[in-house]
């Protein structure tokens, strides 16, 4: 009786290793995603002063920095306190979103973002506004933008609406852009 059970937890042990051996060799890679590790690069901040939230491209929450500190001014959500959890949501998520997308280049003279009736605004430091309403086509938008500041013939303006970035519109004349150089 002991011999047979013996035999039976010994089978039962094979077929379990056998299990295990086939699933790590053989559909392991499809059954399961492999993570990438993406940088986290913060896109904006909650609040001014003595303490602020820093947020990341994705939205989170990933930690917060004095106002003294030697970090560079990062873009101003309209947001008074830190969100409920761990992330931003609704229209400040697409605000987020928004600032994700922003060249290179031109991040540096974002200073702040809204959320009004046009939808989602970003305003550069110069006072210049970006209007992009919703934050799908992101990236073409900002294309669409940086296109019309950089367009020679636009010399004065006080917004560019990019709602739809293939017929971007410039209005207002209320600041002057550089000279190109």
Known sequence: ??????RLALALVVVAIAAVAVYWFALRDSSTTAAKAEPVRPVAQIGEGKQVLIVAGDGRVIGTASGKSKQARLPLLPMKERPKGDRVRGHVR???DILAAAPQPLRRYIAR???GATGVDVEFTSGIEIRFGDDREAE?????AAAMLADPSVSLLSYVDVHAPT???VGGEEYQLPPAS
């Open 94 to 96: 697409e605000q987020v």
């Open 1 to 6: 009786m002991v011999g047979r059970v013996r």
């Open 113 to 115: 973002t809204d959320y």
């Open 140 to 144: 073409k938008k900002w294309k669409a």
């Open 167 to 169: 017929h971007p519109v």
